[in-house]
C-alpha cells in the first residue's frame, strides 16, 4: 500500500450506485493482494484477495482489479449499500513475507 | 470461523501505568501481529510473532515489548504508559506464507486512552 499521510481520502455515494475504491502500491515484486473492509469500532474484515497472476477476481458483488504495470489495485462494489460505508483497506505482500503492507485506506460513505 | 479476541474493548489508563493487552486465537496460526492505528496514519505494525518464545520488531516497537507463551496467545505491553499511546490497538493472526490463502484476522481492537 502507499506510504501514510494525514487525511483519509473520502468516497461519497448513492445507494445503489457502484463504487470504486484505487490503491497504489510500491513493491514491484508484491504477488499478492488483499481488500479489507473496516466497519466502526470494528477490526478490518477479508473481503477479496488476488495473486500476482491474475487480473482480476469476483466475489459476492465486489471485483478487484489489478494492473501490475502501474502497480495499481482497485476495488468494485456493485450496487452499494448502506452496510457498505466503512474504511476500506489494500494490502500487498511478496512471497514468502510474513508482513503486508497497508495502504492507509478509503472512507466510503453511502447515501440512502 | 477464526476468532481472534482481545481482552478488553476499553480501557483507560494513567501516564506511567504499566499496560497488558492480551490477544488470543483458535485457529492455530503460526504468526501474531500487534498493530496501533490512528487516524489518517494507517495500521502500523509494532512487533510480530512467527513461532511461541519468537518475535520481531515492526515499524514502531519502541515503548512496547511482547510475549508469546503459548501458539494461541500474543501480549502487547507497555511499560510505562505515556499519552503518545493512546491509539486503537489491533491484534491480528495468519498462517504460514505459502499457503494459497494468507489472510490476516483481525480482532476487534482495543481502544487505550492513557491520561
Known amino acids: 500500500g502507499e506510504s501514510v499521510g494525514l487525511h483519509l481520502p473520502t468516497l461519497s455515494v448513492q445507494e445503489g450506485d457502484n463504487s470504486i475504491i484505487n490503491c497504489a502500491y510500491s513493491?514491484?515484486?508484491?504477488?499478492?493482494f488483499i481488500w479489507y473492509k473496516q466497519e466502526s469500532g470494528k477490526g478490518p474484515q477479508f473481503i477479496i484477495d488476488?495473486?500476482?497472476?491474475?487480473d482480476k477476481r469476483q466475489g459476492q458483488r465486489v471485483t478487484v482489479l489489478l494492473n501490475k504495470t502501474v502497480k495499481h489495485l482497485s476495488l468494485q462494489i456493485a450496487a452499494t449499500q448502506p452496510g457498505d460505508s466503512a474504511v476500506y483497506f489494500c494490502?500487498?505482500?511478496?512471497?514468502?513475507?510474513?508482513?503486508?503492507?497497508f495502504g492507509r485506506g478509503t472512507s466510503l460513505i453511502v447515501h440512502p | 470461523d477464526v476468532k481472534v479476541t482481545q481482552s478488553s474493548r476499553y480501557l483507560v489508563k494513567r501516564t506511567g501505568e504499566k499496560v497488558f493487552l492480551e490477544c488470543v486465537q483458535d485457529?492455530?496460526?503460526?504468526?501474531m501481529f500487534w498493530y496501533r492505528q490512528d487516524p489518517g496514519l494507517g495500521l502500523r505494525l509494532i512487533y510480530f510473532?512467527?513461532?511461541?518464545?519468537?518475535?520481531e520488531k515492526g515499524d514502531i516497537p519502541e515503548g512496547y515489548s511482547v510475549s508469546r507463551e503459548k501458539k494461541e496467545r500474543f501480549s502487547l505491553i507497555l511499560e510505562s504508559a505515556s499519552t503518545n499511546q493512546t491509539s486503537m490497538y489491533l491484534c491480528?493472526?495468519?498462517?504460514?506464507?505459502?499457503?494459497?490463502?494468507?489472510?490476516?484476522?483481525f480482532g476487534p481492537g482495543t481502544r487505550l486512552t492513557v491520561t
Open positions: 491480528a493472526s495468519s498462517p504460514h506464507p505459502g499457503l494459497d490463502n494468507y489472510e490476516q484476522y
Open positions: 513493491n514491484s515484486a508484491s504477488d499478492y
Open positions: 488476488i495473486r500476482s497472476n491474475m
Open positions: 494490502a500487498d505482500k511478496t512471497g514468502g513475507s510474513y508482513i503486508p503492507t
Open positions: 485457529m492455530d496460526h503460526e504468526n
Open positions: 510473532s512467527y513461532d511461541v518464545k519468537m518475535k
